[in-house]
């Protein structure tokens, strides 16, 4: 395995070398050189899924023409820590550990460094959490030796706001170099000083959070936002660094966020990628009136995937887009969430619990009878459009709850899985019809029909 390892670290700094010389030229050219240091038969369907990226004909070679206009000390620690430590190394290393110890094992940790936030959002669940929680430095870095131990080399960071906490986040950039760092951020607290630790430490990417334009993002955040967020895109793309967005799609701003000219707009922002999230409603104060209905749903889904194919940003739709990866990736098996009083919870909007951070190893929170149950239980949905145990199956979640007697986290105003789960049975039973439709004409088209 070692020999792998070092075969493969060995083709991608030769590669990346080559690319830099003279990018728009080799980068079409790159696959054939890497082609001629890893053997035949190496990954194989992920090195025909690069040919197709680096196509000229292809948007995506767009997008990566932009990340060569960045800082280039910033982009060679991207692709060291996210394509070779996070993707190629660290999923070898995390089969070995899945297989030895039969329990998920995640290709990325969230975590909150902290509950505070210096904004209170229409709507957030975060803000259920409380304004005093706090994961110390020290455990930070526990996390994350024990993850990369287990080969997770990736670590995102939610909050709360997680830049109340920004001297010390760029410390663990520097106490773990060989990861790559992506924080979700409302965007007000980045300044010139946190743009030039980003530029030292190099590993730090934000994704900034913003709900469209101007009205429909400060109706929800709070006036003068936007603003603020607008001269932090300003600053970073000033710099040269990587930032992308983060939008939580509702049924008031779905067309907004969804429209070309969003696209348009973050582009010329200098944003290199944006994640779409589908509105949960987490938390006693959660506003089910701004669950999406199907035809909504249904929109923003479409154009996303339209704009994909024509437009060089990298957008993920958290909610559409589990085709892509087999179903629901929370539980460990691509992803967990640990709260800001370490709390090892599934999914960053699951709210139970069995496990703690100060009171078991990161292992035994991933063979905890919650995460087993959610091993157990993936797919939970054979139609990939209906993937979450709570948003469409929340029958699914009503019973691991109970069965493994897990635990609501939410200290400041616990919400019962039940209460919960009442909230999203109707959206689930509006929506399966629309799902279900598309799902089998997507089935269609994989099998040949028009």
């Known amino acids: 395995m070692s020999i792998k390892n070092a075969v493969q670290n060995f083709a991608i700094n030769q590669a990346l070398k080559y690319v830099e010389g003279n990018p728009k030229e080799n980068i079409p050219k790159l696959m054939a050189l890497v082609d001629t240091w890893i053997p035949k038969g190496w990954y194989g369907p992920q090195r025909d899924a690069i040919r197709q990226v680096i196509d ?48 998920n094992v995640p290709w990325a940790i969230l975590l909150d460094p902290t509950s505070a936030c210096n904004l209170h959002c229409a709507g957030c669940w ?48 520097k106490m773990h170099p060989d990861c790559e760092f992506l924080s979700f951020t409302n965007g007000t607290l980045i300044d010139e000083e946190f743009c030039q630790d980003m530029l030292r430490v190099k590993n730090f990417v934000p994704a900034i959070s913003l709900e469209g334009f101007e009205d429909a993002n400060d109706g929800r955040r709070g006036e003068g936002v936007y603003q603020k967020v607008e001269k932090a895109m300003r600053l970073l793309k000033t710099h040269k660094l990587p930032f992308g967005i983060s939008t939580c799609y509702t049924s008031q701003n779905y067309d907004d966020v969804s429209s070309e000219e969003f696209f348009d707009y973050m582009i010329d922002s200098g944003a290199l990628f944006v994640w779409f999230f589908h509105y949960m409603p987490v938390g006693n104060s959660a506003v089910p009136e701004l669950l999406p209905t199907p035809h909504q749903r249904e929109t923003v889904g479409r154009r996303i995937r339209e704009y994909r194919e024509t437009k060089p940003i990298f957008s993920m739709d958290f909610q559409n887009d589990a085709q892509y990866v087999g179903g629901c990736i929370a539980g460990g098996r691509n992803y967990l969430h640990i709260n800001a009083k370490g709390d090892v919870e599934p999914c960053v909007f699951i709210h139970y619990s069995n496990a703690n951070i100060h009171d078991c190893t990161l292992l035994d929170a991933l063979k905890s009878p919650l995460f087993m149950a959610y091993k157990d239980g993936q797919p ?7 993937p979450c145990p709570m948003l469409e199956n929340p029958q699914k979640l009503r019973a691991m709850v109970k069965a493994t007697g897990a635990v609501s986290t ?12 009442d909230k999203t049975t109707p959206y689930a039973l509006n929506w399966q019809p629309k799902a279900d439709e598309l799902w089998s004409k997507c089935q269609g088209c994989k099998n040949g029909a028009k």
């Open 56 to 103: 000229e004909e292809n948007n995506w070679y767009q997008l990566i023409l932009k990340a060569y206009d960045l800082d280039s000390g910033v982009r060679k620690a991207f692709f060291q820590n996210f394509l070779f430590n996070a993707s190629l190394k660290g999923g070898i290393v995390q089969k070995e550990v899945k297989e030895r110890e039969n329990c």
């Open 126 to 173: 975060a803000a259920e959490y409380g304004k005093h929680l706090n994961l110390s430095l020290e455990t930070i870095d526990s996390i994350i030796r024990q993850g990369k131990e287990m080969g997770t080399y990736f670590y995102i960071y939610t909050g709360g706001e997680p830049l109340v906490r920004k001297r010390d986040l760029i410390e663990i950039c």
């Open 410 to 421: 939410d200290y400041e105003s616990p919400e019962s899985v039940d209460s919960l789960c």
């Open 380 to 386: 939970f949905n054979e139609n990939m459009l209906r």
